[in-house]
């Protein structure tokens, strides 16, 4: 899977490279899914979510220039996944999960797969997590009309956030913003599909 579809799409940050080896994706899966686990595409999670093909979650994962030294705030839990890779590099990543069973099940799978550098919140990623904010690096894997000025708030200077922005069910533009002298520059990225924010974001 990573020698094919991330590191011969371009993927070379060896540190992500080597995240995605490390976390075995089929134990982000639904049993009946765990043959096509490594395969370069999204997979139903159940309740309208999907897993990210692997090579967005690498993708996305370089975009941010990830270091050990990081604090990082996902948006979209989903099974865990995204989060796993990025536990891997970084010090320490704060998720957050709408749909309750996903946000319950994925804080039991981390803890049990070890990755204790890792904090699941049940609640809407719209808002962000401010008790912990400032992040050096927002990571948001649900589709949104336009980028929520909550997680923008919460960004450190110099930190990074990579977004899909866009009408949900269709592409959408995944962005990169960068927090500069206290302003943002945006650039688009690649286009992608994923499921469309909930809560406040869906308004």
Known sequence: MVERNIKGRGID?????????????HKFVP???ADQAYADHPLPIGY??????????????????????MKVLE????????AAVLAEIVKQVYTIEIVAEHGKAAAERLKKLGYDNVQVKVGDGYLGWEEHAPYDAIVVTAG???VPPPLLEQL?????????????HKTQTLMLLEKKKGKTVSKKL??????????KGQE
Do not use: C, H, W
């Open 75 to 82: 948006i979209g839990t989903g099974s865990g996944y995204q």
């Open 190 to 199: 690649i286009p992608v599909v994923f499921v469309p924010f909930t809560g």
């Open 13 to 25: 940050d060896k540190a992500v490279l080597a995240a995605m080896r490390s976390v075995e994706r």
């Open 156 to 168: 450190k200077e110099g930190g990074r956030m990579v977004i899909p922005v866009g009408p949900p």
């Open 144 to 146: 949104a009309a336009t």
């Open 48 to 69: 309208d979510q999907t897993i990210s093909q692997p090579y967005i979650v690498a993708y996305m994962t370089q975009v941010i220039r990830p270091n050990p030294q």
């Open 31 to 33: 049993p009946e899914f």
